[in-house]
């Protein structure tokens, strides 16, 4: 079946401008991750969603990062007012959520840059 | 200090040979170790992942655990160009759906 889609693929924003980012995570998938992957570094976590519930927002970086999951399924994330350091790979990841070592299945990404 | 440490390489290994990649971790409270392959430009795949101490075998894969010491590696043997690639280790503090906390990777090069 299909895999983790995210778009835009690419998306250049200039300083100031707000950006939406898509996930469609694997039909099914109750558990839902964005992360930030800056050039040379591990991915981030930003944000976590069971269903529509957004458990954990610990690793959003500042207000200006909002995220959703309306009904449970696609997830939107949004930057507001981007600036230079926002300018990364944002990756969503899903998972089934059963039993034990549950992997996150990762979508191609969004890379980000803000000029 | 990070919460999890690779060396970012590039570690070089000739076709064939046993290539060991190496990770710590700081907190204790870690229950699930996974080991995550990253072509470049491309997203992470899962390899491996490992909860009890020990090793764990999955082809020419070995993940091997030591909560005491805080440290996990995963050895590729009969290494080949394919396994070019970044080897991203990360931890979660549960033993069900969490979080991933990722060490920075550590880039591998297979030269033949």
């Known amino acids: 079946g299909a895999g983790v889609s995210q778009s835009p693929r690419y998306k250049v924003a200039k300083r100031g401008q707000d950006v939406a980012l898509r996930c469609d995570p694997i039909?099914?998938?109750?558990?839902l991750f964005w992360y930030q992957q800056a050039l040379g570094q591990g991915p981030e976590f930003l944000t976590y969603f069971q269903n529509e519930a957004q458990l954990d927002k610990s690793g959003l970086p500042s207000d200006r990062f909002f995220a959703e999951r309306p009904e449970g399924s696609v997830s939107t994330l949004k930057i507001q007012r981007t600036q230079q350091e926002d300018s990364a790979v944002y990756l969503c990841?899903?998972?089934?959520?059963?039993?034990?070592?549950?992997?996150?299945?990762f979508g191609p990404g969004t890379r980000l840059t803000v000029l | 200090q990070k919460e999890v440490e690779q060396n970012s390489g590039p570690l070089s290994v000739p076709e064939g040979a046993i290539a060991s990649l190496n990770c710590t971790y700081s907190d204790r409270g870690s229950q699930s170790f996974f080991w995550y392959r990253q072509y470049s430009g491309k997203s992470p795949e899962l390899i491996m992942f490992?909860?009890?101490?020990g090793d764990k075998e999955d082809g020419r894969f070995t993940a091997q655990l030591n909560k005491a010491s805080q440290y996990v590696s995963l050895l590729i043997r009969d290494s080949q160009p394919s396994d070019s690639a970044t080897y991203l280790c990360?931890?979660?503090?549960?033993?069900?759906?969490?979080?991933?906390?990722f060490g920075t990777g550590t880039r591998l090069q297979v030269f033949p």
């Open positions: 990841a899903s998972s089934f959520d059963r039993g034990m070592m549950v992997e996150q299945f």
């Open positions: 990360a931890v979660s503090r549960s033993y069900n759906t969490d979080k991933l906390i």
């Open positions: 039909s099914g998938h109750v558990s």
């Open positions: 490992i909860y009890s101490n």
